[in-house]
Structures are given as structure tokens and as C-alpha cells.
């Protein structure tokens, strides 16, 4: 029973005109933000970087960093996350409203088994969010590289840290998503999903984040623990993060942990994000 | 009459200080057609989430083929199809690949039987259509088109010719009745007192969460016949009856006749005439559903 109503939710997402807008949204940003990048670079926009800067924004445009820095654009804290929310809100919360989920239900789908198939279909397009962009500025950069370096430089490139990379971002994302989705089964409603997974995206992670390291170490090491600081982890181990207010850096950021407990941190989110959807939706009467 | 498919026990939801359902109990027999008639609001569609799982009972249970469903317990629904309100589809979808859909849940249903039950709706000119460009008429044979797919032993309709033109209205009515000679139970809750008077074996008349009345068509409409009989001496007639047994709610005077509802002629002669009483004429006022159902319904439960 799963793998058919996954089929079947695999299908109405994927025919879906939705998450081809939103990857279309991604390859534009990815686009656009990797010219921006370039014409600063190159100081076409007037900016006078120093040449600590101008070398830095070089990397970003170029082979090897520029395919990592691609993959950037689809994180949680960006745009990645956001696009995220909206998919997954959307599709959740829509089934209440165009009344198909008395279809599902009524023909003797369990409601686990169809939240869970629904919620899995959801994987492929997170995946695809960070896919597009790698593919997208990877190309650009790509060009980039071969005009401003005269090589491409694909033996510089760490293809299994890439490959490695893409699906962290991919699984960073999977908090945002079902903690969209529970909200999505808790309020029926779209715009409610939606814009209470945008703003604790958006707005709520990241002030914690800022503020926590204002009061006391202890408080920045806690506000790690939440998704964007798990995925921050995750994605920038060995690194220590330095915590900035204003683009000035905070002496004494908090270390970062350990990629084994960013992996297992976002999967008991996850986990618990779904398990309680799947309780509210276990007890919900679907009227007419 | 025999297997007992849906079965509801003592069957009730509140829904806080409102009582939508109140203690329902009702069998449907395989292979009947049985008719759930009530004003809006009387907890007919209330009564239909609970028997698909959609909704939890407050108190009481619901069995279909003998084995209890609820939210929790959804497998008997399997043997199930179901148009409940207005239809369920996926809108950027055609009526075809909906109904594709839908068969992946069912391994024997295959495109043949799809383009079976679109032709069985009239739908098959617009089949590959969006759903969402289609009438409130079209949308419905959507609905009934995938309640029928996989060929359920019961089939539950709520309001099922809604939207429908009185063409459609027959067609449906005919195909009712077909599948009900092959052998499918259907369950039906409908508006169209004539449309159950022609089609249903059995009714029951639900009002503020009660069912007040239940039974065969016939039955229900012979208890509420009038009988008019005309007598030289009313009043006497009236105590005659009531002495040979018949409620006094059901015995009327008007003018020369007494008025008796809820018996035959034959029987009102027969105890009339234990009294030495000869009715010079007996006319049997015939009533069909519609009336029985406002009479019941207006009636106090």
C-alpha cells in the first residue's frame, strides 16, 4: 500500500506545475546571483573591493569553490529553505482544500501510510532544489573559470566532497519540510504552512542564532542544536563559525558539532516533526 | 435479505454542545438499495464520514462486512466506493489520468475498465480534458466514475445526481439500478424523494441525528396511508376502532367520514364491521414518499 499511494503522490508532485516553477525560481537566482558575483569581481558595478575581497569573489566564480558555492543558494538559511516551505506547505494543505484526501482516505489508505508516502515524495524535488543550482552555477562558473583562468580545472575539483555536499544540503533541508508539512495537518491551511514556516526559516532561526551569542556561550552552543545550526554543522565542519552582527565578527564563536550529531540531530527533527503530524492527522475528522 | 455489509451500533457524534448524530442503528443487506433521506443538517453526511473512517464516532461503531472501520481501521474500505459531497480530483488533471490514478491502488483495475466506467458516466468525449475547465454536472460523473472503478461490492452516494440535468439524472438512475440487479449494494443519501421511491428497496428517515422511520418503501408509505371511510354515525365509528385497537393518534372525524391512518381498508371494514358498523364508501387516499417524509420529518422526534 505504500509504494502505490507513493506512486501516486510521486505523480500528482511531480505533474504538478509548482515545483518546476520553484526550480525555475532557483536556476534564475542561482543565475543572477552568480553574474552579480562575476561583475564585482571584475568591478564592473563600480565596487572597489580590496584585493583580499576581489580574490575571495574570485573563488566563488570560479572552479573548484564556485560549484560549492552554488549549492550555497539552496541551503536552509537561503533560498533553498524557503523554497522548500512553500513546497512543501502547498502541497500538504492543499489536500484539505480541494477535499482530496476524503478520496485517499475513504477507499482504505491508512492515514500513516499515506502522510508518510506524501511526505517521502517530497525528497525528490528537495533533492532536485540542490541539484539545479549546482548544475546551473556549475555551468556558469564553469564558463567563468575557462574565461578568466584559461582552464576549467576539473582534476582540482573534489567530486566525492561535491557529491557529499549536495546531499547534506539536500538532508539539512528535510527539517524545514516537515515541520512545514506538520503545520500544513495542524492549520488545514496553505497560507498559514506557509508563512509560519517562512518566518521560522527566515526571521526566527536566525535572530536566535544572532541573539543567543549575545547573552552567553552557552546560549550560542544551545541555539546550535536548532536545524540551521545543525545544518550549518553539517555543511561547515572543521570550520569554526564565527557568529557576526553588522558583518563584524564576534571573538569567541561557539565550535561547531560534530557532523555524526548535525546527521543524527536533523533526523530526530525530522522524525519528530513527521510523528507529530502524523498524530494530529490520526485524530482529525475530514468533514465535508 | 441476507449478509449484513454496513452496519452501524448505537452510532453518535457531538460535536460539543451539538448533537449531529444521535444513536444510529441501521443494517443494509447485500445486494439492496437502501435510501438515506433527511432535511439538510439532519446528520446524513455526518453518518457517511463515519461509515468511510472520515470521521470519529463520538459513542457506538461502524461495521462494513462484518468487520469494524474507523480512522484507525480503514481495510474493509477497500471493498468500497464512495461519492460523498461534492467530488474529490486532482483539478490540473484530466478525468482520465485522475482515474489512473486511482487504479494504482487497485491492481486489477486496468485502462480498459477506465474507459468502461467514463463511457458508463457519459464522460468519455471529455476524458482528456483538465478536470478543472469541467461543469458541476461533469465533475460529478468524475465522482461516480471513480466510486465505480474498481467494481466495489457496496457503493455509498451521497447526493450522487447533484449538478446533474434531468437527462443525467435518469442515466444515473438507470445505472443504479443496473448495477443493483448485478448484485452491488448501494447505500444512497439523496434530496430526490422520487428519484428513492423508484430506486430504493428500503429507506430510513433521519431528523436532528435520529433515524424516525425505517423500513421498506412500501411498508413506510402504507403506514402513512389515509384511509377515508364514510358512516352514518362518526363518533360511534371512532370509539369502535379504538375499542378494536387502533392508536387514537391514528383515527380522525371529518364530517361524515372517519379518517384512519396507518391501516388497509380491508382491516378497518373488517373491525368496523365486528361493530355492526357498514361504511357506505372507503377511499384509499394514496401518498408517496415526499409526504410521508415531511410528515415524519415535521413531526416532533
Known amino acids: ?51 583580499e575581497m576581489t580574490a575571495e569573489v574570485r573563488r566563488q566564480v570560479t572552479w573548484p569553490d564556485g560549484l560549492f558555492s552554488a549549492i550555497s543558494i539552496a541551503g536552509g538559511s537561503a533560498l533553498g529553505g ?14 484539505y482544500t480541494w477535499r482530496t484526501l476524503q478520496q485517499w482516505l475513504g477507499r482504505g489508505v491508512p492515514r500513516p501510510v499515506f502522510l508518510a508516502a506524501k511526505f517521502a515524495a517530497l525528497l525528490l524535488p528537495i533533492l532536485l532544489m540542490v541539484l539545479v543550482p549546482l548544475l546551473v552555477g556549475g555551468l556558469l562558473t564553469g564558463l567563468i573559470t575557462i574565461g578568466v583562468e584559461g582552464r576549467l580545472g576539473a582534476g582540482d575539483v573534489a567530486w566525492s566532497s561535491l557529491a557529499l555536499r549536495t546531499l547534506a544540503t539536500a538532508y539539512s533541508l528535510l527539517p524545514y519540510a516537515a515541520l512545514t508539512f506538520l503545520i500544513a495537518v495542524a492549520t488545514r491551511s496553505t497560507v498559514a504552512a506557509v508563512g509560519i514556516g517562512v518566518a521560522y526559516a527566515l526571521l526566527v532561526e536566525g535572530l536566535v542564532l544572532q541573539l543567543a551569542s549575545f547573552f552567553s556561550e552557552s546560549l550560542a552552543r544551545l541555539s ?23 558583518g563584524r565578527p564576534i571573538t569567541g564563536g561557539a565550535e561547531l558539532l560534530s557532523p555524526a550529531v548535525a546527521v543524527a540531530g536533523i533526523a530526530v527533527y525530522t522524525v519528530l516533526f513527521l510523528a507529530a503530524a502524523i498524530a494530529i492527522f490520526r485524530r482529525q475528522d475530514l468533514n465535508e | 435479505m441476507n449478509e449484513i455489509v454496513l452496519q452501524t451500533f448505537d452510532l453518535a457524534k457531538q460535536y460539543g454542545p451539538v448533537r449531529a448524530v444521535a444513536g444510529i442503528d441501521l443494517p443494509v443487506y447485500r445486494g439492496e438499495v437502501y435510501g438515506f433521506l433527511g432535511p439538510n443538517g439532519a446528520g446524513k453526511t455526518t453518518t457517511i464520514g463515519m461509515a468511510l473512517g472520515l470521521i470519529h464516532p463520538t459513542t ?29 480530483y486532482v483539478p490540473y488533471f484530466s478525468a482520465r489520468r485522475n482515474l489512473q490514478l486511482v487504479a494504482r491502488l487497485y491492481p486489477d483495475v486496468g485502462a480498459a475498465r477506465i474507459d468502461e466506467v467514463l463511457e458508463m458516466v ?11 475547465g469541467y461543469s458541476m454536472g461533469m465533475k460529478q460523473r468524475l465522482g461516480l466514475a471513480a466510486a465505480l472503478l474498481h467494481k466495489p461490492e ?29 448484485g452491488t449494494t448501494i447505500f444512497l443519501s439523496s434530496h430526490l424523494l422520487h428519484e428513492v421511491e423508484q430506486t430504493c428497496d428500503r429507506v430510513a428517515v433521519l431528523k436532528q441525528g435520529q433515524i424516525v422511520a425505517q ?10 396511508q389515509v384511509v377515508r371511510v ?35 381498508g380491508e382491516q378497518i371494514v373488517e373491525r368496523l364491521a365486528a361493530h355492526a358498523i357498514y361504511p357506505g364508501e372507503v377511499i384509499a387516499q394514496g401518498t408517496d414518499l415526499e409526504e410521508t417524509f415531511l410528515e415524519l420529518t415535521r413531526e416532533a422526534v
Do not use: C
Open chain 2, 122 to 132: 457519459g464522460l468519455a468525449q471529455a476524458a482528456n480534458r483538465p478536470v478543472r
Open chain 2, 215 to 224: 423500513g421498506r418503501v412500501s411498508e413506510l408509505l402504507g403506514q402513512r
Open chain 1, 1 to 51: 500500500m505504500f509504494m502505490r499511494t507513493f506512486s501516486i503522490e510521486q505523480t500528482k508532485l511531480m505533474r504538478r506545475a509548482l515545483p518546476w516553477i520553484l526550480l525555475s525560481v532557483l536556476a534564475g537566482a542561482t543565475l543572477l546571483i552568480t553574474g552579480i558575483n562575476y561583475l564585482v569581481m571584475n568591478n564592473s558595478l563600480g565596487s572597489n573591493l580590496g584585493t
Open chain 2, 60 to 88: 457506538g461503531r461502524v461495521e462494513l462486512f462484518g468487520q469494524p472501520v474507523s480512522p484507525a481501521h480503514v481495510t474493509p474500505l477497500r471493498r468500497v466506493g464512495a461519492l460523498v459531497g461534492a467530488p474529490s
Open chain 2, 154 to 182: 457496496l457503493i455509498i452516494l451521497d447526493e450522487p445526481t447533484n449538478g446533474l440535468d434531468p437527462a443525467g439524472m435518469r442515466e444515473v438512475r438507470d445505472l443504479l439500478r443496473s448495477l443493483a440487479g448485478g
Open chain 2, 230 to 264: 364514510r358512516v352514518p354515525l362518526p363518533t360511534v365509528a371512532r370509539e369502535a376502532l379504538l375499542q378494536s385497537g387502533v392508536p387514537a393518534d391514528q383515527i380522525r372525524t371529518n364530517g361524515s367520514y372517519v379518517e384512519v391512518t396507518g391501516l388497509p
Open chain 1, 82 to 95: 524557503l523554497l522548500v516551505v512553500i513546497l512543501s506547505g502547498t502541497t500538504m494543505a492543499q489536500e
Open chain 1, 224 to 246: 546550535l542544536y536548532l536545524p540551521a545550526g545543525l545544518a550549518q554543522s553539517l555543511l561547515q565542519s572543521e570550520r569554526l563559525v564565527q557568529v557576526s552582527v553588522d
